[in-house]
């Protein structure tokens, strides 16, 4: 089943925090045929959050780990974290234009220049073993081992 991922987020807009905390506390499978079955606009918001999930995960380590030449593979990575900027937070759904979806599934990075931190960044990416430096956003979903 092919997941419209607009028409996902928004019918995921219209869930309120109430729905939420009740589709995360009951399980359908274990109600009877007779018990009324969850909104399928709650099985779309369970869509909505394992992809989110799976979408950041993949973009937080392609962005933190993928790289030539020591240097990151995304270009807009490389150009922000060259210039000093810590790879700051990802959105899921920011870009929801039809490049936006082609290129990036709707993803948008934002990058953090730090006045304080600029300068020794800048030195750390044009040294070997450079490490791209993240904020908490981005952080949250890369694994221990590879930070």
């Given at each position: ?56 995960k ?5 962005l ?5 030449r ?18 700051h ?5 920011a ?18 220049y ?7 960044n ?8 450079f ?17």
């Amino acid at each position: 089943e092919e997941i419209d991922i607009t028409k996902l987020i928004e019918e995921a807009k219209t869930i309120t925090d109430k729905d939420i905390s009740n589709f995360l506390h009951n399980d359908d499978s274990e109600k009877k045929d007779t018990e009324p079955k969850q909104p399928a606009a709650l099985q779309s918001r369970k869509h909505f959050f394992i992809l989110r999930s799976v979408l950041l995960k993949l973009a937080s380590s392609y962005l933190f780990l993928e790289k030539r030449r020591g240097k990151p593979l995304d270009k807009v990575c490389g150009f922000h974290v060259g210039n000093g900027a810590e790879l700051h937070d990802l959105h899921f759904g920011a870009d929801l234009s039809r490049g936006g979806l082609s290129n990036s599934y709707g993803l948008m990075a934002n990058y953090l220049y730090d006045t304080e931190r600029v300068s020794r960044n800048q030195a750390n990416f044009e040294s070997s073993g450079f490490v791209i430096p993240v904020g908490p956003g981005v952080g949250q979903w890369l694994e221990e081992s590879d930070i």
